[in-house]
């Protein structure tokens, strides 16, 4: 069974950055993607980033230029850097792994 530990989420002003953070145990981490999505209130949940096993990347156009994911094979661990953000950016945010498994979400509220 795969497990996850997200950290990183808070409370931010327009403009600031985050940093999330997911450990993931229980599976064989560096063959599967990777990713973080999010939800809104009200609104369907979302991609925001997808990191493959290759490291090859993709971004929701919402936040390309100012979020990066990343992973740590060694650490099984994967990442995501939040920069410029906006309150249209506030959400829940879940680490998902590849073969369909979700974290139980960090909450990101970005406010004055």
């Known amino acids: 069974q795969v497990q996850f530990v997200e950290s990183g989420g808070g409370l931010v002003q327009p403009g600031g950055s985050l940093r999330l953070s997911c450990a993931v145990s229980g599976s064989i981490f560096s063959i599967y993607s990777m990713g973080w999505y999010r939800q809104a209130p009200g609104k369907q949940r979302e991609l925001v980033a997808r990191?493959?096993?290759?490291?090859?990347?993709n971004y929701a156009d919402s936040v390309k230029g100012r979020f990066t994911i990343s992973r740590d094979n060694a650490k099984n661990m994967v990442y995501l850097q939040m920069n410029n953000l906006k309150p249209e950016d506030t959400a829940v945010y879940f680490c998902?792994?590849?073969?369909?498994?979700w974290g139980q979400g960090t909450q990101v509220t970005v406010s004055s």
């Open positions: 990191i493959f096993s290759g490291g090859s990347t």
């Open positions: 998902y792994h590849g073969v369909g498994y």
